[in-house]
C-alpha cells in the first residue's frame, strides 16, 4: 500500500515543489492568469472529456445522491464551525475568510487526488462510483454550489451583491457547460487525434492545479492561516468520510462501493478552493493552508478507512 500511496503522490509532491521554487522567477500576475486560465478552459476541459468518455454502472446511480448530501453535510459542519471560531474571536471574520472556510469545508478534492488515488484500492469495476462522485462534485459542488459560496461572499458590501448576481454567475460557470455539451455529445464520432488531445487534458489541467497550489503555499504570511485551517481540514478529512460510511453502511452498502465513496468523501480541501478564490477575491492563504493541512491528515487517515471498511 505504501508503494501505491508514494506513486500517487509523486506529482503532487514535484509540481507542489516546482511552484513553490519557481515563484520567485514568475511574474506576479502569474497566479492569477494561472487561476483564471484552469477556470475558464482547463477545466472545463477535462469536465468535457470526462463526460464523454465515462461508461457509468447502473447500480451506481445513487452515487450523486450521496455526493449532494455530502457536499450538504460539508458546508452546514463548516457553517457550525465558523459560528463556533467567530464566539472566540474579538472582532467579526471578514466575508472572504468565512467564504474559503466554507468552500474548503465543502470542497475536496475528488478530481486531482481521488481519480488518482481511489483506483489504487477500489476494482475497475467499482470504479465508476468514484467517478460519479467526482463529477457530481464539479458539477453541483465547485462550480454549482461553491460558485454560490464563493459569490456571495466575495461580492458582500458591493450594491450588485442580491441572489440573482450568484445565480447569474452560476450560469456563466464554464466548467457547466462543459459537463452539459460532454453528455450531449457522447454519441457523436469525432477524430481519435481529437478524442486523444481531450483525455490528455488532465496532463495540463492537474500540474498546473498543482503549481498554483506550491505558488500561494508560498506566499503563506505567518502561522495564522495554518491554525485556522485546522477548521476545514478536520472537518473534511475525518467528520465528513465518518458521517457518509455510517450512513452508507446503514443503507446496506458493503465492499468496495462503500470504500470508494468513504475515499472520495474524505478527500482533502480541493485545489479548485484555490481557483474560486482567485476568482472571487477570497483568502487564499486560508484555502492553500486547508490544502495542505488536510492533504497530511488525509495520508495518515488513508489505512484507517482501509481498514474499517
Known amino acids: 500500500m505504501l508503494d501505491r500511496l508514494v506513486d500517487a503522490y509523486a506529482p503532487l509532491i514535484g509540481w507542489t515543489g516546482l511552484g513553490i521554487v519557481s515563484v520567485r522567477f514568475l511574474p506576479t500576475s502569474f497566479p492569477y492568469w494561472l487561476g483564471r486560465g484552469l477556470y475558464w478552459i482547463g477545466v472545463p476541459i477535462e ?18 445522491a450521496i455526493t449532494i448530501g455530502s457536499l450538504l453535510l460539508g458546508l452546514g ?7 463556533i471560531w467567530q464566539k472566540l474571536q474579538p472582532e467579526p471574520a471578514p ?6 472556510l466554507l468552500i474548503s469545508s465543502m470542497l475536496g478534492n475528488t478530481g486531482f487526488v481521488g481519480l488518482a488515488i481511489v483506483p489504487f484500492f477500489v476494482s475497475e469495476t467499482d470504479l465508476s462510483w468514484a467517478v460519479l462522485y467526482s463529477v457530481t462534485q464539479n458539477v453541483f459542488g465547485t462550480y454549482g454550489l461553491g460558485v454560490i459560496v464563493s459569490s456571495y461572499y466575495g461580492r458582500q458590501g458591493a450594491a450588485t451583491n442580491r441572489w440573482w448576481t450568484q445565480f ?5 460557470v464554464p466548467s457547466l457547460w462543459g459537463f452539459a455539451l460532454g453528455s450531449l455529445t457522447r454519441s457523436w464520432q469525432i477524430p481519435n487525434v481529437v478524442e486523444t488531445s481531450l483525455h490528455a487534458s488532465i496532463w495540463v489541467v492537474i500540474p498546473g492545479a498543482f503549481i498554483l497550489m ?5 506566499q503563506i504570511q505567518g502561522w495564522q492561516s495554518l491554525k485556522l485551517a485546522l477548521l476545514p481540514a478536520i472537518v473534511k ?8 460510511g455510517i450512513a452508507i453502511t446503514t443503507m446496506g452498502m ?3 462501493p462503500r470504500l470508494g465513496l468513504v475515499l472520495m468523501s474524505g ?21 492553500a493552508s486547508s490544502i495542505i493541512v488536510s492533504t497530511l491528515i488525509f495520508l495518515a487517515m488513508i489505512p484507517v478507512w482501509i481498514y474499517i471498511y
Do not use: H
Not at 47 to 64: G, K, V
Open 237 to 244: 478529512t475525518i467528520v465528513m468520510p465518518t458521517i457518509v
Open 267 to 287: 478527500m482533502p480541501c480541493a485545489f479548485a478552493g484555490l481557483i474560486l478564490a482567485e476568482e472571487y477575491n477570497l483568502n487564499g492563504n486560508l484555502v
Open 214 to 218: 506550491g505558488i500561494r503555499l508560498s
Open 95 to 100: 466575508p472572504g475568510l468565512k467564504g474559503s
Open 47 to 64: 469536465i468535457f472529456s470526462l463526460a464523454r468518455q465515462t461508461t457509468f454502472d447502473e447500480r451506481a446511480q445513487l452515487a450523486p
Open 254 to 256: 458493503r465492499g468496495d
Open 77 to 83: 459542519l463548516g457553517w457550525l464551525s465558523l459560528q
Open 168 to 172: 447569474q454567475d452560476l450560469l456563466r
